[in-house]
Nanobody
Framework: QVQLVESGGGLVQAGDSLRLSCTASRLTSRTHYMGWFRQAPGKEREFVAGISWSVGSTYYGDSVKGRFTISRDNAKNTVYLQMSSLKSEDTAVYYC????????????WGQGTQVTVSS
Protein backbone atom coordinates (compact mmCIF):
# COMPACT_ATOMS: atom_id res chain seq x y z
CA GLN A 1 0.00 0.00 0.00
CA VAL A 2 0.97 3.62 -0.42
CA GLN A 3 2.26 5.06 2.84
CA LEU A 4 2.54 8.78 3.50
CA VAL A 5 4.44 10.47 6.31
CA GLU A 6 4.20 14.21 6.95
CA SER A 7 6.71 16.35 8.78
CA GLY A 8 7.53 19.99 9.38
CA GLY A 9 4.63 21.16 11.47
CA GLY A 10 5.11 23.34 14.49
CA LEU A 11 4.26 26.52 16.32
CA VAL A 12 4.90 29.80 14.53
CA GLN A 13 3.79 33.40 14.74
CA ALA A 14 1.46 35.13 12.33
CA GLY A 15 3.37 36.30 9.29
CA ASP A 16 5.96 33.55 9.53
CA SER A 17 6.71 30.83 7.01
CA LEU A 18 6.82 27.08 7.34
CA ARG A 19 7.48 24.19 5.00
CA LEU A 20 5.75 20.87 5.29
CA SER A 21 7.08 17.70 3.71
CA CYS A 22 5.41 14.45 2.83
CA THR A 23 7.44 11.42 1.91
CA ALA A 24 5.64 8.58 0.22
CA SER A 25 6.56 4.95 -0.06
CA ARG A 26 5.33 2.50 -2.66
CA LEU A 27 4.26 5.11 -5.15
CA THR A 28 3.80 3.70 -8.63
CA SER A 29 3.22 4.91 -12.15
CA ARG A 30 -0.46 4.99 -11.25
CA THR A 31 0.03 8.04 -9.04
CA HIS A 32 -2.13 10.85 -10.40
CA TYR A 33 -2.23 13.63 -7.81
CA MET A 34 -0.62 14.42 -4.51
CA GLY A 35 -2.23 16.97 -2.29
CA TRP A 36 -2.57 18.66 1.04
CA PHE A 37 -5.68 19.00 3.14
CA ARG A 38 -6.22 20.50 6.55
CA GLN A 39 -8.71 20.20 9.33
CA ALA A 40 -9.21 22.50 12.27
CA PRO A 41 -11.03 21.34 15.41
CA GLY A 42 -14.76 21.26 14.82
CA LYS A 43 -14.36 22.11 11.14
CA GLU A 44 -14.68 20.11 7.96
CA ARG A 45 -11.65 18.92 6.12
CA GLU A 46 -10.52 21.56 3.64
CA PHE A 47 -8.60 21.20 0.42
CA VAL A 48 -5.39 23.21 0.48
CA ALA A 49 -3.33 22.35 -2.59
CA GLY A 50 -2.77 19.66 -5.17
CA ILE A 51 -0.21 18.78 -7.79
CA SER A 52 -0.17 16.48 -10.78
CA TRP A 53 2.57 13.94 -10.19
CA SER A 54 3.58 13.59 -13.80
CA VAL A 55 3.14 17.09 -15.20
CA GLY A 56 3.47 19.24 -12.09
CA SER A 57 0.34 21.31 -12.62
CA THR A 58 -0.78 22.90 -9.38
CA TYR A 59 -4.03 24.11 -7.93
CA TYR A 60 -5.00 25.72 -4.65
CA GLY A 61 -7.86 26.38 -2.36
CA ASP A 62 -9.06 29.96 -2.40
CA SER A 63 -8.03 30.62 1.17
CA VAL A 64 -4.34 29.96 0.48
CA LYS A 65 -3.82 31.26 -3.04
CA GLY A 66 -0.86 33.58 -3.21
CA ARG A 67 0.51 32.41 0.13
CA PHE A 68 1.11 28.67 -0.21
CA THR A 69 3.10 26.80 -2.84
CA ILE A 70 2.98 23.08 -3.48
CA SER A 71 5.85 21.32 -5.19
CA ARG A 72 7.19 17.82 -5.61
CA ASP A 73 10.41 15.93 -6.12
CA ASN A 74 9.48 12.81 -8.04
CA ALA A 75 12.87 11.20 -7.54
CA LYS A 76 12.51 11.50 -3.78
CA ASN A 77 8.82 10.63 -3.70
CA THR A 78 8.26 13.81 -1.74
CA VAL A 79 5.72 16.59 -1.92
CA TYR A 80 6.15 19.91 -0.15
CA LEU A 81 3.91 22.68 1.01
CA GLN A 82 5.65 26.01 1.43
CA MET A 83 3.48 28.24 3.58
CA SER A 84 4.08 31.97 3.82
CA SER A 85 2.31 34.88 5.47
CA LEU A 86 0.71 32.48 7.88
CA LYS A 87 -2.44 33.53 9.67
CA SER A 88 -4.10 32.24 12.79
CA GLU A 89 -6.82 30.85 10.53
CA ASP A 90 -4.23 28.47 9.06
CA THR A 91 -4.01 26.61 12.35
CA ALA A 92 -4.99 23.02 11.67
CA VAL A 93 -3.77 19.49 11.27
CA TYR A 94 -2.35 19.19 7.78
CA TYR A 95 -2.68 15.91 5.93
CA CYS A 96 -0.85 14.66 2.90
CA UNK A 97 -2.93 12.65 0.47
CA UNK A 98 -2.55 10.68 -2.73
CA UNK A 99 -4.96 9.98 -5.55
CA UNK A 100 -4.10 7.27 -8.00
CA UNK A 101 -5.24 6.95 -11.59
CA UNK A 102 -8.66 5.38 -11.53
CA UNK A 103 -9.59 6.77 -8.13
CA UNK A 104 -12.51 9.16 -7.97
CA UNK A 105 -11.04 10.89 -4.93
CA UNK A 106 -7.95 11.01 -2.76
CA UNK A 107 -7.70 7.59 -1.20
CA UNK A 108 -4.46 7.47 0.76
CA TRP A 109 -3.71 9.66 3.75
CA GLY A 110 -0.86 10.43 6.09
CA GLN A 111 -1.18 10.71 9.84
CA GLY A 112 -1.16 14.51 9.81
CA THR A 113 1.11 17.17 11.22
CA GLN A 114 -0.01 20.00 13.47
CA VAL A 115 0.49 23.60 12.42
CA THR A 116 -0.29 26.24 15.00
CA VAL A 117 -0.10 29.94 14.18
CA SER A 118 -0.19 32.34 17.08
CA SER A 119 -1.30 35.93 16.71
Amino acid sequence: QVQLVESGGGLVQAGDSLRLSCTASRLTSRTHYMGWFRQAPGKEREFVAGISWSVGSTYYGDSVKGRFTISRDNAKNTVYLQMSSLKSEDTAVYYCAARLIGMSEYGYWGQGTQVTVSS
